[in-house]
């Protein structure tokens, strides 16, 4: 039996409320919104739900939240719906909010505020419609967890007492691809929805093996050593007719599709020298992203922009970047902590990372901007090691 783990209110992360609540006398604005972050003062009779939308709003890029700005926000709460309303002629705004429960309803109510208040940046929705798979070792072993992004819902989804790595959603969201030895000792793709018993779907492969990434309609793009070097392949949602489309003598990884199916990003190259790549979903030639750096991996294609793709580089140490094939830019994501930040997935509004944050001993998950640079940390101590995030989202239409 899978058992979950639920933490119904948990510590924010270590971020101190009494630091976010900081109160700030005869101030100007002005300045701030000119360099691209909003101060914000959130006010709400529910203790509860106002921590959770002062975490989530505070952990975007492009705002403060604080005590004392002339921008302030109200919240209305009854039940599960909410009123949430900003006066301020610079920001005005009024709307009606309804969830399910109280998480859901403090995730659209921080996106109603990033919205509300982002008119002009023309923001988007970040909480609502994303949610996280990542690996725990909070039990000793490696298992698969997921989350929404304020981690105020946190549930375990294997429990397999053996090491289960590299999770990604499929594209519907409603299971999770992983790569464990727990059936044969040897590294298999499953599947899980988090309570059924993990459903095979690619196994008896003696080699290694990469996650397994799920395209728009469904298929599923890995990275295998079935044929003795490390190839690219394509197969069906639920593994049926693997076909080798990427083999070269190195060692091909990481494979991401592009938002419409027909594309793949990869890491290519000699071991010590990986690079980044695009390539037809069906195979042809490899086309090197030219980065600037000698030593880049894990890409990830943007969902919401198709000409970005998030990839990890080293440069004394590991970083974020992100290049723009459209305009033939690359842009070092401008963070100032000197921690290693790998591993990175998009989330709902195409502007933030979820991604691995890491000293020499310790890693955990953090949300990353990559307009401003601002971290935070999203899982807690309590969690273990965390590491590997992949990223749900729904993406709107219009």
């Given amino acids: 039996m899978i058992r979950c783990l639920i933490w119904a209110t948990i510590p924010f992360c270590g971020i101190s409320l009494q630091a976010q609540d900081r109160v700030v006398i005869n101030e100007s604005i002005d300045a701030e919104i000119k360099r691209g972050v909003m101060p914000v003062t959130i006010l709400c009779d529910d203790l ?8 989530a709003v505070n952990a975007h890029g492009a705002f403060s939240v604080r005590n004392g700005s002339s921008l302030q926000v109200k919240i209305g709460r009854n039940g599960v719906t909410a009123a949430v309303a900003c006066d301020n002629p610079r920001a005005t705004f009024q709307t009606n909010v309804e969830a399910r429960d109280e998480d859901e309803l403090a995730l659209r ?34 298992e698969i967890y997921s989350s929404n992004l304020i981690f105020s819902r946190t549930r375990r989804v294997t429990n397999l007492a053996s090491t289960s790595v590299a999770p990604r959603w499929s594209n519907e969201g409603s299971r999770i691809y992983f790569v464990t030895s727990a059936r044969s000792g040897f590294p298999e793709i499953f599947s899980t929805n988090g309570s059924d018993k993990p459903r095979k779907v690619i196994v008896d492969v003696r080699g290694a093996l990469g996650g397994a990434s799920s395209g728009p309609d469904g298929r599923l793009v890995f990275a295998s050593s079935n044929k003795n070097s490390m190839d690219i392949y394509v197969s069906g949602p639920s593994g049926e007719s693997p076909r080798a489309v990427i083999s070269t003598p190195n060692v091909d990884a990481d494979p991401s599709w592009s938002p419409d199916g027909s594309r793949i990003v990869l890491t290519s190259g000699p071991l010590g020298r990986p690079g980044i790549y695009i390539t037809s979903s069906s195979g042809g030639a490899l086309n090197r992203l030219s980065t ?79 307009v401003t640079g601002k971290v935070t940390r999203l899982s807690d101590a309590k969690l273990g090691d965390c590491s590997e995030p992949d990223c749900w989202v729904r993406v709107s239409k219009n």
């Avoid at 509860?48 to 975490?55: E, I, Q, Y």
């Avoid at 509300?116 to 990542?134: C, E, N, V």
């Fill in 109 to 142: 109510i921080a996106d109603a505020i990033i919205v509300g208040l982002g008119r002009s940046w023309q923001l988007k929705p970040l909480f609502t419609d994303t949610k996280i798979a990542f690996v725990s070792r909070y039990t000793g072993h490696a």
């Fill in 292 to 370: 600037g750096y000698s030593y880049c991996t894990e890409p990830r294609w943007n969902p919401v922009d198709p000409s970005l793709i998030a990839f990890t580089f080293q440069s004394g140490r590991l970083g974020l970047a992100v290049a723009d094939i459209k305009a033939g830019t690359i842009t070092p994501v401008p963070v100032t902590s000197p921690l290693n930040l790998s591993h990175s997935s998009w989330c709902a509004d195409g502007r933030h990372l979820v991604a691995t944050q890491a000293t020499n001993s310790r890693s955990w998950i953090a949300l990353v901007d990559t």
């Fill in 48 to 55: 509860n739900l106002a921590a959770m939308v002062k975490f």
